[in-house]
């Protein structure tokens, strides 16, 4: 059976660490890539240094998505935005956020007195309605409230639906040839056979396949109302910065555990939960507590690493 070709849908955590950067785990920035559209979420410290030793095209970046303005979560941008003055741009570069993102890039291109070649468009979200922020082709970009020590959004990325598998021999019956009326009616044409019927796609396709989406939240206390936001991810990136012993700290700071992620993941029936933004207190070693933790609630979970890749499958 014949089917339309797939898009490459990748995840790459450039850092995974949280409040500060250590040695070993710059800070929270994670890099979606289909295809040729590039993505950013959030963009802490170590963002450059991740992208050149992964060799990724950062040039190509479409829009960042930055979940509030903490440090630990924007301090990247300003290198980011000087950098891609070095190579020729030729379309705008979208910033969405919550309240002040606009101030922080506006004071900082001022103060630095950045040279930008190119155009550079913020969009400033509320962050109490969940919305539509940013669309493509064949995707959408969403936010959605968290809860946190200030104004904070999560994001979901989702593509749209995708043509239901191409039957050849149903079309070869109909009276349509192999060739470029295949193609035609893979992307949604109605042509004409050689017996002069007109064939819809539907007569030759099966039923429409889901898109994957990506979710990501960081900083948030552990709202009932995520888990339906990210309902059914292919992938689902969330913060899970304490151990359960530290609930009560994790509370107080309004950041959740890695045992609510894992609730929350497990609410939703997402196919897998990334873990990341965690405690500087928690060495590399000390973080199976936390998978170990997430695991017993919501078994498909792993711990993100600095460059480690993520790849988000079709389930069809």
Known sequence: MYTFPDMNFEAFVLGCGGMMPLPYRHLTSVLLRREGDIFLFDCGEGTQVSLRRLNLRWKKINAVFISHTHADHVTGLPGLLMLSSQVARETPLYIFGPPKIA??????????????NYDIVVKELDPSVPGLVYSGEDFDVYSFPLRHTKACVGYRFAEHPRPGAFHPQKALELGVPCGPLWSRLQHGETVTAENGARIRPEDVLGNARKGRTFCYVTDSSPLPSISSEVRGADLFVCEGMFERELADTAAEK???????????????????LALI?????????DLKRLLEE???????????????????????
């Open 103 to 116: 101030e922080y890039v506006n004071a900082n291109r001022k103060i630095l007195d950045m040279y930008i």
């Open 254 to 272: 309004r950041h959740m555990t890695a045992e609510q992620a894992a609730e929350l993941a497990r609410a939703a029936a997402v196919k897998k």
């Open 277 to 285: 933004h965690y405690s500087p207190r928690y060495t590399d070693s």
């Open 294 to 316: 997430a695991r017993a609630v919501f078994p498909d979970s792993v711990l993100t690493k600095d460059r480690m890749v993520l790849p988000i499958e079709y389930e069809d």
